[in-house]
């Protein structure tokens, strides 16, 4: 740090990975949403139409090969999961709107080692109407570069799951449904192969979150680590934009009974 060419310095955290969602073979998935009342919200209309919603975690259960495209989706995140009839101009992202507004900015996510512009072919980083944007900043590829977010536990599924998820049988019966069924997910892996999420790969999530007009950011951070102020100092400026732009960011406080302690 007493370099000249050294701005500041200090050690990154690392959270630890969440918890996997409890459930096995025998386990039975469903939908609780009338113990929370959301079926009084749906009928006046608050489906999360029209919403973004961008969840930091594990990532999600969609396998993505370049070339190839989407190759498997878990059926709560397919190109039609929405509980009501949403047309192209009822969503914040098309494949054409997300393209359009990547040639105008440049994010964290395409954004090479040298600070140059990374286009990728097929507009890779969209996925479908459901998922119009996935990205794992962890780099799980091992060069920081990978546009399959492939859940390495389920946490990942479970928040986002939670958050917009929906699927119905044919007959139009409903199997699952999230709070929000209607509103669309930018999934952001941050936590790597080894389970852990360091600050400057969350954070960079954040920004694109931002950038991309996420309406709300779901982080799954919680533990006995309290933060640090030169850590909140480095990050300082992207934390201000984000206070500005009005997106609400839900952070866990975590389940370790000694985090007031800290």
Do not use: C
Request: charged share 20%.
């Amino acid at each position: 740090q007493s370099l000249p060419e050294v701005k500041n310095a200090y050690v990154a955290h690392t959270y630890e990975a969440p918890a996997p969602a409890i459930g096995g073979e025998n386990s039975t998935y469903g939908y609780s949403y009338d113990l929370v009342n959301l079926s009084t919200a749906w009928g006046k209309g608050y489906t999360g139409k029209g919403m973004l919603v961008a969840v930091l975690d594990t990532g999600l259960d969609l396998n993505y090969e370049e070339g190839k495209g989407v190759t498997r989706v878990h059926e709560a995140f397919t190109e039609n999961s929405f509980r009501s009839d949403v047309s192209d101009t009822d969503l914040r992202f098309t494949s054409d709107s997300l393209k359009a507004m990547l040639n105008r900015v440049q994010l964290n996510a395409t954004t090479g080692s040298d600070g140059g512009k990374i286009t990728y072919s097929d507009n890779g980083l969209y996925k479908n109407r459901k998922v119009p944007f996935a990205f794992d900043y962890a780099g799980s590829d091992g060069n920081g570069r990978d546009l399959n977010v492939q859940a390495g536990q389920d946490h990942g599924v479970h928040v986002a799951g939670t958050v917009a998820g929906y699927a119905e049988t044919a007959e139009g019966e409903v199997r699952f449904s999230g709070v929000a069924p209607d509103a669309q997910l930018l999934v952001m892996k941050v936590f790597g192969v080894t389970g852990g999420a360091s600050e400057s790969d969350y954070m960079a999530a954040v920004e694109d979150a931002m950038v991309l007009g996420a309406d709300s950011a779901n982080l799954s951070l919680g533990g006995s680590w309290t933060g640090n102020s030169r850590a909140a100092d480095a990050y300082a400026a992207i934390l201000e934009r984000v206070t500005k732009s009005g997106m609400v960011v839900v952070i866990s406080a975590g389940n370790s009974g000694s985090w007031y302690e800290n």
